[in-house]
């Protein structure tokens, strides 16, 4: 039993914490596609792109719990780009599919050269960032094809487009995509988690800073308590987001490194787990807190929130947006009573 | 990260899901000699305080086997523990500050409930201000004489003795003294107070210079701030509202939502499971804030029984087992420190705020 980062995993973090730190991924209101590709290479040399990509395949083979890590940290920093699609989701696809499609693209993805989207309706019916990506792929229960971006859409989130996909040449049938799909939402929750608290620190900053009728606006208990609530939200979005992961790690038993975890909650001796719901609880919740907090945040801030210049908008946008990309809270509360009906 | 059980924890889960389910009783308990009766029961298997040390009756049970504990208890659907206020507020201060003596003397007739505790922290003028408690210590021959009004003393009216602060000294916080003391002393009376449900859960008890012998002190005179917050703490925590109750109860929802789906609640049904869920992984992890602990559970608690009241409709209010739960509910967000007093901590201790001018 133990739902707390291994020393590691809180070590990698902070390394890539202080990366994106000492060199932010200043992305305006510009959609320089250039500038956006240029976060990759940085990615890549810190290891994020290859976190989910077996060794074999120049990846290092990392499980869901370092995945949750590392992306909470690129939420924390508004880091844009498709990250769910191409960090977590396609290469836990390419995985399930093998053959030729894993050994073409997943060196390629691991290495940073390479950026993946995707299409998955319902939860995802517009591919993200298209124009950025090399290999984009069209998702269905059936099969997974090649995908043919058509009319490009730009997000409330500035440094985000959404392209309409067609889908094209089959890539494979049969493929068990759940356990892809739920890595991507996975990712995105802990991407929420990690703005959730980027927005909380910079309310607090702001509060402790920022006087008016002679004292910080932090000494105002209407103050206070919103950023106390936004606490409390954090706080116990983050339990499930690790159970999440846990969730869908494969038991160690089986053989490591191939195939999906099917079988996750089987023969486990311990407490239950179940992955569409927990990681749907998991969403749920991140999304919730992370959107109280983009709320509170611009609250507190006031109308230097609302500029541009400030850079708050920047979490605030893609907080709202991420809690609807890869499934709505409405679609994941659904899943969670759906297999809930189902063990009873 | 892992959610696995060793084969301790899986063994004690085993024994506890068998133990209970041959001894829970089939109807509820009525009256407190069958509630004292249960607790020897617990007390006899050793379950009564598992994470105690085992000297004192315990297990010396790390807190994970106390939660699974909990879980189990009230997925079996046992009994409330009419020894609550010792087992949980009572029994951590004394294991963190009491004297070896008494430990020994108390601990033990507690796990049996031969001793049934109240606790006795506020006062007419002092409930969310705690530290402007009036009632009196006198230092006398051998010991103390205590004086003042105490109320909200949960289980005061069929409770043995009981546990409080008491003024000692003029400093607003170092000169308070955590006192023990018998409610069938010369000098005691204790007056029920009828709740919102028609009991006599809490009373409020009037103290004519009662004596308190120097071994009822606990911790040092004056420093019952210091050592009551530690109480706090844990009423504030887990131990007082398991995630256990949350679990028993989510299920309880989702099942009678199943039984008779209404759309239009869906979604609180699913967020009561999450928070449940939420609850129960978050207890799993290191120790956190007790403030926000408490304001997450005392309204999982509310959000939970409201959902359930509206999905029962006009029948919700002719059904004990959900209009009990949701009056017991509505007490969370006040006692121990309101959702008001929680917020205030959690700003500005561990946000890092400052001082609030209120």
């Not at chain 2, 133990?19 to 509630?35: F, Y």
């Not at chain 2, 006398?140 to 003795?161: H, L």
């Not at chain 2, 028993?248 to 199943?258: M, Q």
Request: glycine letters at 10%; one cysteine or more; aromatic letters at 6%.
């Amino acid at each position: 039993m133990n739902l707390t980062p291994s020393p590691e995993q809180a070590q990698f973090a902070a390394a890539l914490h202080d990366l994106l730190t000492e060199s932010p991924v200043g992305v305006g209101p510009n959609r320089v596609g250039s500038e956006r590709a240029g976060v990759w290479a940085r990615l890549a040399g810190v290891g994020v792109t290859g976190l989910l990509v077996p060794e074999r395949w120049g990846g290092s083979g990392g499980d869901p719990s370092d995945l949750v890590v590392a992306a909470e940290e690129l939420g924390h920093h508004a880091v844009p780009g498709p990250l769910a699609e191409s960090v977590a989701a396609v290469p836990a696809l390419l995985r399930a599919i093998g053959g030729g499609a894993a050994d073409e693209w997943l060196p390629e993805l691991a290495a940073g050269r390479l950026i993946a989207t995707l299409a998955a309706p319902p939860w995802l019916p517009l591919a993200a960032d298209a124009d950025l990506a090399g290999l984009v792929l069209h998702v269905t229960p059936a099969s997974v094809r090649l995908a043919r971006p058509g009319s490009c859409h730009p997000s409330m989130d500035a440094s985000r487009q959404l392209f309409e996909v067609s889908p094209g040449e089959l890539v494979a049938t049969g493929v068990p995509a759940a356990h892809a799909l739920d890595l991507g939402v996975l990712t995105c929750s802990a991407q929420l988690l990690g703005a959730a608290r980027a927005l909380l620190e910079a309310s607090i900053r702001h509060a402790v800073n920022r006087v008016q009728f002679g004292h910080p606006i932090g000494t105002f208990q209407a103050v206070q308590h919103l950023l106390a609530d936004v606490a409390v939200a954090i706080e116990f979005a983050r339990p499930l987001l690790h159970a999440a992961a846990v969730s869908l790690t494969p038991p160690a038993t089986t053989a490591a490194g191939d195939g999906p975890a099917s079988g996750a909650a089987a023969g486990r001796a311990g407490v239950d787990v179940c992955p569409p719901r927990d990681v749907s609880a998991a969403k749920v919740a991140c999304g919730d807190a992370a959107v109280l907090a983009a709320r509170t945040a611009l609250q507190i801030h006031g109308a230097i929130g609302y500029t541009e210049e400030h850079g708050l908008g920047r979490w605030l946008t893609k907080v709202r947006v991420l809690a609807l990309a890869w499934g709505t809270p409405s679609q994941h509360r659904a899943r969670i009573m759906t297999e809930l009906a189902r063990h009873r | 990260m892992n959610l696995d059980l060793d084969e301790a924890a899986l063994a004690f889960r085993a024994e506890v899901r068998d133990w209970l389910a041959e001894h829970v009783p089939e109807r509820s308990l009525e009256g407190h000699a069958e509630h004292r009766e249960w607790e020897r029961l617990l007390a006899g298997a050793r379950l009564a305080a598992v994470g105690w040390p085992a000297e004192y009756g315990g297990r010396d049970a790390p807190p994970l086997h106390q939660l699974l504990f909990e879980e189990e208890y009230h997925a079996a659907g046992a009994p409330m523990r009419i020894g609550q206020n010792g087992l949980f507020l009572l029994a951590p201060t004394l294991l963190a500050h009491g004297t070896g003596e008494q430990k020994a003397r108390i601990l033990p007739p507690m796990g049996r409930a031969e001793t049934v505790w109240a606790q006795a922290w506020s006062e007419p003028e002092a409930g969310s201000d705690l530290a402007a408690i009036h009632s009196r210590a006198r230092r006398v021959d051998g010991g103390w004489r205590i004086s003042g009004q105490k109320t909200w003393s949960s289980r005061a009216v069929v409770a043995d003795r009981a546990f409080g602060l008491f003024r000692s000294g003029e400093s607003r916080h170092r000169g308070l003294t955590y006192l023990m003391f018998d409610l069938r002393a010369p000098g005691v009376s204790v007056r029920p107070i009828r709740q919102i449900d028609g009991r006599h859960g809490f009373a409020e008890i009037f103290l004519d210079e009662v004596f308190v012998p120097d071994a009822d002190v606990l911790g040092e005179p004056g420093d019952g701030w210091r050592v009551a917050m530690g109480t706090a703490g844990h009423e504030r925590g887990v131990t007082l509202r398991s995630p256990g109750r949350f679990l028993a109860a989510a299920d309880r929802l989702v099942a009678a939502w199943n039984d008779a789906p209404d759309p239009a609640l869906h979604d609180r049904v699913a967020d009561a499971w999450i928070g449940a869920r939420a609850y129960r992984m978050h207890s799993y992890g290191p120790p956190a804030s007790p403030s926000a602990t408490k304001l997450f559970w005392s309204a999982l608690d509310v959000a939970l029984h409201e959902t359930a009241l509206d999905l029962r409709g006009p029948y919700a209010e002719i059904d004990p087992e959900w209009t009990a739960g949701y009056l017991f509910a509505l007490a969370g967000p006040i006692y121990a420190g309101t959702d008001q007093i929680q917020r205030d901590i959690l700003a500005q201790r561990v946000l890092g705020l400052p001082r609030s001018t209120r």
